[in-house]
């Protein structure tokens, strides 16, 4: 079924023995996000994918926090990469590719996506410590790495430059937002048509 190039919404639901995750996403929204994870920086972070995307965005997760934030952020990125593969649909319409800059302060990163239905992940990012306050920075490519495998796009994070790590983070997350909305937003010019030689994605 095609999706509505104006009303785009899914609803994913994940229950595992180490997470139950509740997803809603609607990506002609107004930026807006209600996030409740356990996880403050993830949340943080979330809500600036939203806020920079345009999307409105819900997230309700429970995991075993008591070991570690790995399975939570992992299985967040599985079911928003779920979401957004259902929210688009046919992708008939839409720019497919979407890329963004965005620095703060001294740190720069790069994001490029290409809504291609091939699942690839490109990750240059050296952060400068492993943590920000209790939050494992290796989680950042986890999270990354289950949404791109679950909604098959392909895409390139690149941080050029940074030394505070917060701040790389931020950029990346911000740009991926920025990225991505550019890539979800309707092509007049291909209206009904999508957007490759293959005539699917």
Request: charged share 20%.
């Amino acid at each position: 079924m095609a999706a509505e190039i104006s009303h785009r919404r899914a609803s994913i639901e994940r229950n595992t023995l180490e997470t139950q995750v509740r997803i809603a996403l609607d990506l002609d929204g107004n930026g807006c996000a209600r996030l409740d994870t356990g996880v403050p920086f993830l949340e943080h972070m979330l809500d600036q994918v939203a806020r920079h995307g345009m999307l409105d965005l819900e997230v309700q997760a429970t995991g075993d926090l008591q070991i570690d934030a790995h399975h939570t952020v992992e299985d967040i990125g599985i079911s928003l990469g779920q979401a957004l593969g259902r929210a688009l649909g046919d992708k008939a319409g839409i720019r497919r590719y979407g890329h963004s800059y965005v620095p703060l302060d001294e740190a720069l990163s790069r994001v490029v996506i290409d809504l291609s239905g091939r699942p690839g992940l490109v990750y240059g990012v050296d952060f400068t410590r492993p943590l920000v306050g209790a939050f494992d920075l290796d989680l950042v490519q986890e999270f990354f790495q289950g949404l791109v495998n679950h909604a098959a796009l392909t895409l390139h994070i690149d941080n050029l430059r940074g030394t505070n790590a917060h701040h790389q983070v931020e950029t990346i997350f911000k740009a991926f937002g920025r990225a991505l909305r550019m890539a979800v937003e309707p092509d007049p010019r291909m209206a009904g048509i999508t957007p490759s030689t293959k005539g699917t994605l």
